[in-house]
């Protein structure tokens, strides 16, 4: 029954963000391990849809790390862990709390154990800056705990690379670049001072070929350029060779010949989903305090109030006339994917 709800959940999570971005292009996704212990080590830019888009493109149920501030409210923490999500404790949620995370690396080790998939965002927290961040090394604790345990056991940390054309516009693109799969055994291990500091090695300079890395010394400077010269941010490698070369050598995005008609057929998006478009703009919007957070409250909104409001309707429509609802759910389904794919 669990495997039923995970594979409904994918399913319906993997229609939503069809038609939520215009293209997700998946890089590699032959590096993703079918089965056995594995470790997806992804930087974090944009809040809870890096780990839908894992969840969705990977090929495989993963257990996510997510701040333990979610799980406050007992119902939403029962169709969190339904959806295989675990809470992990930060300074902020209190000295008190932090010990709690050993239960819950034990418990990461037990999984990987298991042959599992685990995803950890490694960079510690979210930020929209198109650089990788220090790498915490959490993940290599239960990495070192699980072979402990197991010293037989091979586990696989699998770097993943999120690019985003722009992670807080409705209708951008995104591609989610896999790398080399780390194989990590007993006899890798030497002292976990040394095995800690060189496994964060690996994976941050992966990270950083993965997705464009900005150094923080020159960011602003850089990501100003980036942006007037209009490259293309769906592939790191060539805008990292664009940074590389001092903005010489770059490579630039295709500009949109049908911009125009997009924002058409946005207007009457809004227009046909007026009530639920209300309740994000003065609603919701106004409240997010962080801008990483934008696109995963409006996909929220998406999967949930639009197909409500339009099963209202079409409820509605029908007892008028069933061709006219019908009709009319088509033309909002046909709008909507000429307002995100064009």
């Not at 669990?2 to 999570?13: D, E, S, T």
């Not at 037989?152 to 209708?171: A, D």
């Not at 009530?275 to 997010?288: C, D």
Request: glycine share 4%; aromatic share 12%; with cysteine.
């Amino acid at each position: 029954m669990k495997i039923l709800w995970l594979h409904i959940v994918r399913a319906y999570l993997s229609l939503g963000l069809f038609f939520y971005f215009k293209t997700i292009k998946v890089v590699h996704a032959e590096n993703v391990p079918k089965n056995g212990a594995v470790l997806f080590l992804g930087n974090h830019q944009n809040a809870l849809l890096d780990a839908l888009l894992i969840a969705v493109k990977s090929g495989r149920f993963s257990y996510f790390l997510t701040r333990a501030s979610v799980f406050k409210k007992k119902v939403i923490a029962s169709i969190l862990k339904s959806l295989l999500m675990l809470p992990v404790y930060r300074v902020r949620d209190g000295w008190s709390n932090i010990s709690k995370n050993n239960s819950v690396f034990s418990m990461c080790a037990n999984l990987l154990n298991k042959g599992e998939a685990i995803t950890v965002f490694p960079e510690g927290n979210h930020s929209l800056k198109r650089r990788v961040r220090p790498l915490s090394k959490g993940f290599t604790r239960m990495v070192f705990e699980a072979l402990q345990h197991n010293p037989e056991l091979q586990v696989k940390m699998l770097p993943v690379g999120f690019n985003y054309s722009n992670p807080t516009r409705f209708g951008s693109s995104v591609s989610l670049n896999f790398g080399t799969p780390i194989l990590v055994t007993s006899e890798v291990i030497k002292s976990v001072e040394e095995s800690t500091k060189s496994l964060k090695t690996k994976v941050f300079n992966q990270l950083c070929e993965l997705t464009t890395h900005i150094s923080e010394a020159n960011y602003e400077n850089d990501i100003k350029t980036l942006n007037d010269l209009q490259v293309d941010f769906l592939q790191p490698t060539s805008v990292n060779a664009c940074i590389a070369s001092h903005f010489e050598n770059c490579k630039l995005a295709k500009p949109n010949r049908f911009s125009i008609f997009k924002s058409f057929f946005k207007l009457l998006l809004i227009i046909h989903l007026f009530p639920p478009y209300l309740i994000w703009k003065f609603v919701i919007e106004p409240k997010i305090k962080e801008a990483e957070f934008i696109d995963t409250f409006r996909f929220a909104i998406a999967i949930t109030l639009v197909p409500i409001y339009m099963v209202i309707v079409v409820v509605l429509l029908s007892m008028l006339s069933f061709k006219l609802a019908i009709s009319w759910f088509l033309f909002v389904l046909g709008t909507a994917l000429f307002s995100v794919k064009l």
